[in-house]
């Protein structure tokens, strides 16, 4: 259907700028979730899409991009779910030679890919995308008390593990 009003073309143009705004740093935050970069591109997908539909009254909330990101979160831990039932799981290899920093990306990563969902999504958030507890609460529908909690615990782990790492 083609775009008629003024009204119209504005809810696109604004869709259209959180997408541009948004995307790539969404596919990353689903990727340290535990998705690989083809099943985080989908998802990515399809939380805009889904959130397309509703877009005239999504950008009148106060954080749309965070909806985008709740719908996403949410349908990362359906597809983690699944793919968990079906009995299929990645393990992170590290071969012996790799450089120190990669070293510490890798076992972060694999630390924030065996947290509860809830805790590793907080930690993505705020940890990798740079959003505050206030900001991580309100887009994940949770007190920020909750997600300061959740940031404390995955901070722990991650320095945990780094500490026994080599």
Same mark, same amino acid.
């Given at each position: ?5 003024? @009204? ?15 995307? /790539? ?17 989908? $998802? ?16 009148? /909330? ?5 909806? $985008? ?47 509860? @969902? ?9 940890? $990798? ?11 994940? /529908?949770?007190?920020? /008390? ?21």
């Amino acid at each position: 259907m083609p775009i008629t009003s003024e @009204a119209e073309k504005e809810v696109a143009a604004d869709f259209v700028a959180t997408f541009q705004g948004h995307y /790539g740093r969404m596919v990353r935050a689903l990727q340290l979730s535990g998705l690989d970069r083809s099943a985080a591109e989908d $998802v990515a997908q399809e939380a805009f899409a889904r959130s397309l539909n509703h877009w005239a009254r999504v950008r009148k /909330g106060a954080n749309p991009a965070g909806y $985008v990101y709740r719908a996403a979160f949410r349908q990362a831990r359906r597809s983690l779910r699944a793919r968990a039932c079906e009995g299929l799981t990645e393990e992170v290899a590290v071969g012996g030679d790799v450089s120190d920093e990669a070293t510490l990306r890798v076992t972060a990563q694999a630390v924030l890919a065996g947290m509860p @969902a809830r805790r590793r999504t907080c930690a993505v958030m705020c940890l $990798v995308l740079g959003f505050t507890t206030k900001e991580a609460a309100r887009s994940l /529908g949770i007190a920020e /008390g909750t997600v300061r909690k959740q940031l404390e615990l995955a901070r722990k782990a991650i320095a945990e593990a780094l500490a026994a790492s080599p």
